[in-house]
C-alpha cells in the first residue's frame, strides 16, 4: 500500500482527504482469472487460444506466407469459458494464422458489410502487415531466440525524483542525416556508438532516463486524403495520410516493425517477416542500460487503432469497448474510440502487457497516455504485478482523458504529468495567455502557485495536485503543442506565428529568447519533483512545417503545434542546431549535472523550503536547507520573470558560491556572492553554501 509522506498532511479539502480516498480502495486487489492467450508454439505441436465470448463459431487459418491468398482452416474448440483453443501436430516456426469467427449478427462487427475479416492474434508477439491504412496483419510465429541480456537488470531509483527524463521519439533522433547514422530511423541507429544523434546524445546531455514514444505496433497509416474508404470515412483532416508519433496501437505485445533495420514505410510494403525488430529493440534496451538510463515506454491502452482491421473491433465490439445506448464508438480519448479497460479481459490484456514487456524486454517504466481513462481497478491492478517483478517500476499517468484527475493519481500512488507548472511558467498560449517566464500571469496561476510548482505543486497550497513531489513530473513542452522554442519566439514576437519561415534562419536565438529559455530551464530544474524535457528542447528546437512535393500543406513554412502526422525533417532533430545554440545546451547540461548531484533540488520536504517576501509578486526567491535530504549544502533559488526591473536581494550571512547564474550552470561552483546579490530582469540565480556547525 503507498504510504503518504510528510507533504501529505497539506492534503486539499476540497477533493477527497488521502485518508478517504485509500479507504475506498482495496489494500490488495485479488488478480482476476487469467487464462493463457495467444498462441504456444513447440516443435511437436503448436496452441492457439483466443476469447471470443458470443461467437458461433472459430477457425484458426494457417499460412506458408504472407502472399498465400488461403490457408488451411482448423476449427477451434470451446472450453466453457468463452475460450476458443485447438492443438495442432508439427512445427509450425515461420507460418502465419489469423482467425475467422462466425458471428451471431451482422451486427456484431465494427464495419457493417463484411464480416469475414481475417482476425490476427491480439496476443501477437509478431506481426507481418501490409504498408496500407487497413495493415491486412497476419500474427508470424516464432521461435524464442536466445538473447544474450549479459546479465542486465531494471535501471530504476528507489526514488522516481532521482531521474531527469527525456522523451524521444525513435526516428526524431536518429532520421536527420547530422544524427550521423549508417542506421536512420532505426533501434539499431538510435543505439550506434559512433552516432552523434540516438543514445550518444542522451549521455552527451548527462540525462538518465528515457521516455520512448509509442512502440507498440502501431496503425502507420491512416486513409488517403479525400478519398472515401468502404465504411464511409473520409480523411479530410490528415494530407500525408500517416500516424508518425505512433498513439494508433494495434497489438499490444507486437514491437513496432517500421524501426527495424529491415523495416519499411514505403505505401505497400509487407514488413515484419524477421524477428529483427525484437532483436534491436533489446540491443537498444541494453545499450541505454549499460550506460545507467532508465527506460521508459509510451503506452497507450484508452483506445486503440482507428481505420486498421483492429483485432478486438473484430472480436467483439460491445465486449471491448464503451458504447453509446446506439451502439456507436464513445470517443472520450478524441482518437475515434474509448477502449472497455474494466471489462475482465480487457484488464487482463493490459496487465499482461505490461508484465510482458518487463520481462521479455527489460522495460524499467511506462508512461500511460489519456491514464484518466483507464479505470482505477485495473491502475491498481498494473502497480500489483508489476511490483511483483520490479519493486522501482516507474509508472506514470497523463492524468486526463474524459475528465481530469492528478489528485486522484496522486492518492493511488501514481505520479503523473503536472499541467499546471507548464501553464503558470509559460502559458497556455503563447499569443494570448502567457506565462511567467515572459513577465505575464496565466489566467489560473497566482504569485502562491508559482511558489508551489517549486515545491512539487503540493495539496493544501494554491494550484496543488499531488500529496508528495514524489507524484509530480514537471514538463514545459511535450511531443504535444509548440515546442518551448517556438512558445517563446512567438511569446516575444506574435508576427512570428502568421509569417513562413526558413527552419535555418529562425532557428538562432536572439538575446531576449535565450534569456527567456533560460529562465525557464532554470525554472523546471529547480523545482522539486521529477523533470521531464522533450528531445530538442535544449537548444529551442523549431518546427517549421517542411514543404513536401506532392503534398499541399497550407501551414508549410509556418510554426507547427502538432506535427503528430509529419514524418520528415518537421519533426527529425537537426543536430547541427545543437552547434548554433550552443551556449543554451550548455547551460541544460549544467542543470541536469548540478540537479542530479544536489539531492536538496529534487526532493527535499516541505518543512525545508523557505520562500522569501517581496513587493514585486514575480520575483520568487526560495531558500532550501539541505540537511534533510542528505545534501551537504543548503541553497538559494531566485528568479525573477519581471521583464522591467532588476532587483538586489541581501543575502544570509557568509560567502555563497555560485552555481547558476545568467551567463552559466555548472555542478561546480564559478563564482562567490556575499551580503548583496544583483538578480537582472527576467533571469536567475542558484547560490549554495556548505553546512557548518553554525548553520546546520
Known amino acids: 500500500m503507498y504510504k503518504l509522506e510528510a507533504d501529505s498532511r497539506h492534503s486539499d479539502m476540497r477533493t477527497s482527504s488521502s485518508a478517504e480516498a485509500h479507504e475506498q480502495l482495496p489494500l490488495l486487489l485479488k488478480a482476476p482469472y487469467r487464462p493463457r492467450l495467444g498462441c504456444y508454439p513447440t516443435r511437436t505441436h503448436t496452441e492457439f487460444r483466443l476469447f471470443c465470448p458470443r461467437a458461433k463459431a472459430v477457425y484458426v487459418e494457417i499460412f506458408e506466407s504472407y502472399e498465400q491468398e488461403k490457408g488451411t482452416r482448423y476449427a477451434m474448440n470451446p472450453n466453457g469459458n468463452d475460450i476458443w483453443q485447438i492443438t495442432l501436430e508439427g512445427n509450425f516456426f515461420g507460418k502465419l494464422y489469423g482467425y475467422r469467427i462466425q458471428p451471431p449478427s451482422q451486427e456484431y462487427f465494427y464495419r457493417s458489410r463484411d464480416t469475414n475479416f481475417l482476425i490476427a492474434d491480439p496476443y501477437s508477439k509478431a506481426v507481418v502487415t501490409r504498408n496500407h491504412y487497413l495493415?491486412?496483419?497476419?500474427?508470424?510465429?516464432?521461435?524464442?531466440?536466445?538473447?544474450?541480456?549479459?546479465?542486465?537488470?531494471?535501471?530504476?531509483?528507489?526514488?522516481?525524483?532521482?531521474?531527469?527524463?527525456?522523451?524521444?521519439?525513435?526516428?526524431?533522433?536518429?532520421?536527420?542525416?547530422?544524427?550521423?547514422?549508417?542506421?536512420?530511423?532505426?533501434?539499431?541507429?538510435?543505439?550506434?556508438?559512433?552516432?552523434?544523434?540516438?543514445?550518444?546524445?542522451?549521455?552527451?546531455?548527462?540525462?538518465?532516463?528515457?521516455?520512448?514514444?509509442?512502440?507498440?505496433?502501431?496503425?502507420?497509416?491512416?486513409?488517403?486524403?479525400?478519398?472515401?474508404?468502404?465504411?464511409?470515412?473520409?480523411?479530410?483532416?490528415?494530407?500525408?495520410?500517416?500516424?508518425y508519433w505512433g498513439y494508433m496501437t494495434s497489438f499490444f505485445?507486437?514491437?513496432?516493425?517500421?524501426?527495424?533495420?529491415?523495416?519499411?514505410?514505403?505505401?505497400?510494403?509487407v514488413v515484419g517477416r524477421t524477428q529483427k525488430a525484437a532483436r534491436e529493440l533489446k540491443e537498444l534496451v541494453k545499450a541505454l542500460h549499460k550506460n545507467g538510463i532508465t527506460v521508459i515506454l509510451d503506452v497507450v491502452f484508452n483506445h486503440v487503432s482507428q481505420y486498421d482491421l483492429n483485432p478486438f473491433k473484430l472480436i467483439d465490439k460491445s465486449y471491448y469497448f464503451r458504447l453509446t445506448e446506439e451502439g456507436h464508438y464513445l470517443s472520450h480519448s478524441g482518437c475515434g474510440n474509448d477502449f472497455k479497460t474494466e471489462a475482465p479481459m480487457a484488464r487482463q490484456l493490459i496487465v499482461d502487457s505490461i508484465l510482458y514487456w518487463m520481462k521479455e524486454y527489460h522495460i524499467d517504466g511506462f508512461r500511460f497516455d489519456l491514464a484518466n481513462l483507464i479505470d482505477r481497478e485495473t491502475l491498481q491492478l498494473?502497480?500489483?504485478?508489476?511490483?511483483?517483478?520490479?519493486?522501482?517500476?516507474?509508472?506514470?499517468?497523463?492524468?486526463?482523458?474524459?475528465?481530469?484527475?492528478?489528485?486522484?493519481?496522486?492518492?493511488?500512488?501514481?505520479?503523473?504529468?503536472?499541467?499546471?507548472?507548464?501553464?503558470?511558467?509559460?502559458?497556455?498560449?503563447?499569443?494570448?495567455?502567457?506565462?511567467?517566464?515572459?513577465?505575464h500571469w496565466?489566467?489560473?496561476?497566482?504569485?502562491?502557485?508559482?511558489?508551489?510548482?517549486?515545491?512539487?505543486?503540493?495539496?493544501?497550497?494554491?494550484?496543488?495536485?499531488?500529496?508528495?513531489?514524489?507524484?509530480?513530473?514537471?514538463?514545459?513542452?511535450?511531443?504535444?503543442?509548440?515546442?518551448?522554442?517556438?512558445?517563446?519566439?512567438?511569446?516575444?514576437?506574435?508576427?512570428?506565428?502568421?509569417?513562413?519561415?526558413k527552419r535555418n534562419e529562425i532557428t538562432p536565438l536572439n538575446p531576449a529568447?535565450?534569456?527567456?529559455?533560460?529562465?525557464?530551464?532554470?525554472?523546471?530544474?529547480?523545482?522539486?519533483?521529477?523533470?521531464?524535457?522533450?528531445?530538442?528542447?535544449?537548444?529551442?528546437?523549431?518546427?517549421?512545417?517542411?514543404?513536401?512535393?506532392?503534398?499541399?500543406?497550407?501551414?508549410?513554412?509556418?510554426?507547427?503545434?502538432?506535427?503528430?502526422?509529419?514524418?520528415?525533417?518537421?519533426?527529425?532533430?537537426?543536430?547541427?542546431?545543437?552547434?548554433?545554440?550552443?551556449?543554451?545546451?550548455?547551460?541544460?547540461?549544467?542543470?541536469?549535472?548540478?540537479?542530479?548531484?544536489?539531492?536538496a533540488l529534487r526532493k527535499s520536504k516541505p518543512d525545508a523550503l523557505i520562500f522569501w517576501n517581496y513587493h514585486d509578486?514575480?520575483?520568487?526567491?526560495?531558500?532550501?536547507?539541505?540537511?534533510?535530504?542528505?545534501?551537504?549544502?543548503?541553497?538559494?533559488?531566485?528568479?525573477?520573470?519581471?521583464?522591467?526591473?532588476?532587483?538586489?536581494?541581501?543575502?544570509?550571512?557568509?560567502?555563497?558560491?555560485?552555481?547558476?547564474?545568467?551567463?552559466?550552470?555548472?555542478?561546480?561552483?564559478?563564482?562567490?556572492?556575499?551580503?548583496?546579490?544583483?538578480?537582472?530582469?527576467?533571469?536567475?540565480?542558484?547560490?549554495?553554501?556548505?553546512?557548518?556547525?553554525?548553520?546546520?
Open 442 to 501: 496565466h489566467w489560473e496561476s497566482s504569485r502562491e502557485g508559482l511558489e508551489n510548482f517549486l515545491s512539487g505543486t503540493l495539496l493544501g497550497h494554491s494550484n496543488g495536485r499531488y500529496h508528495s513531489s514524489e507524484h509530480c513530473v514537471n514538463y514545459l513542452e511535450s511531443h504535444d503543442g509548440y515546442t518551448l522554442g517556438d512558445f517563446i519566439r512567438i511569446g516575444l514576437d506574435p508576427s512570428k506565428a502568421a509569417k513562413k519561415h
Open 135 to 243: 495493415q491486412h496483419p497476419r500474427t508470424l510465429i516464432t521461435q524464442d531466440e536466445a538473447f544474450d541480456w549479459e546479465n542486465d537488470t531494471f535501471v530504476c531509483p528507489d526514488d522516481i525524483r532521482d531521474l531527469v527524463i527525456y522523451e524521444a521519439h525513435i526516428k526524431d533522433l536518429t532520421s536527420h542525416e547530422s544524427a550521423d547514422t549508417q542506421w536512420p530511423g532505426t533501434y539499431k541507429g538510435f543505439a550506434d556508438p559512433n552516432a552523434r544523434g540516438g543514445i550518444n546524445h542522451l549521455k552527451k546531455m548527462g540525462v538518465n532516463a528515457v521516455e520512448l514514444l509509442p512502440l507498440h505496433k502501431f496503425a502507420y497509416f491512416e486513409p488517403p486524403h479525400n478519398e472515401p474508404i468502404a465504411d464511409g470515412i473520409i480523411n479530410t483532416w490528415n494530407v500525408y495520410g500517416r500516424n
Open 617 to 696: 509578486s514575480l520575483h520568487i526567491t526560495l531558500q532550501i536547507k539541505g540537511e534533510g535530504s542528505g545534501d551537504p549544502y543548503d541553497y538559494i533559488v531566485t528568479l525573477n520573470g519581471n521583464p522591467h526591473g532588476m532587483h538586489r536581494i541581501p543575502l544570509p550571512q557568509g560567502a555563497w558560491e555560485v552555481v547558476v547564474s545568467p551567463d552559466m550552470a555548472h555542478h561546480e561552483g564559478f563564482d562567490v556572492a556575499a551580503e548583496y546579490l544583483s538578480v537582472e530582469s527576467g533571469s536567475g540565480y542558484i547560490l549554495r553554501k556548505k553546512r557548518t556547525g553554525e548553520n546546520k
Open 513 to 599: 529568447e535565450l534569456r527567456t529559455a533560460k529562465l525557464a530551464a532554470l525554472y523546471l530544474l529547480a523545482s522539486q519533483g521529477v523533470p521531464l524535457i522533450h528531445a530538442g528542447q535544449e537548444w529551442a528546437r523549431t518546427k517549421v512545417v517542411e514543404p513536401v512535393p506532392g503534398i499541399k500543406d497550407g501551414y508549410a513554412g509556418h510554426l507547427d503545434h502538432n506535427s503528430y502526422e509529419k514524418d520528415n525533417e518537421t519533426n527529425y532533430l537537426d543536430f547541427n542546431h545543437a552547434r548554433v545554440n550552443r551556449e543554451l545546451v550548455s547551460y541544460y547540461k549544467g542543470l541536469i549535472s548540478l540537479r542530479l548531484k544536489s539531492p
Open 382 to 439: 498494473i502497480r500489483q504485478e508489476a511490483e511483483k517483478i520490479n519493486p522501482n517500476v516507474v509508472l506514470i499517468a497523463e492524468p486526463w482523458g474524459g475528465g481530469y484527475d492528478p489528485v486522484g493519481f496522486s492518492n493511488i500512488g501514481w505520479p503523473s504529468w503536472n499541467d499546471q507548472i507548464r501553464n503558470g511558467v509559460k502559458g497556455s498560449d503563447p499569443q494570448n495567455s502567457k506565462g511567467f517566464i515572459f513577465g
Open 253 to 269: 505485445f507486437a514491437p513496432e516493425t517500421i524501426f527495424a533495420t529491415d523495416g519499411s514505410t514505403e505505401p505497400g510494403a
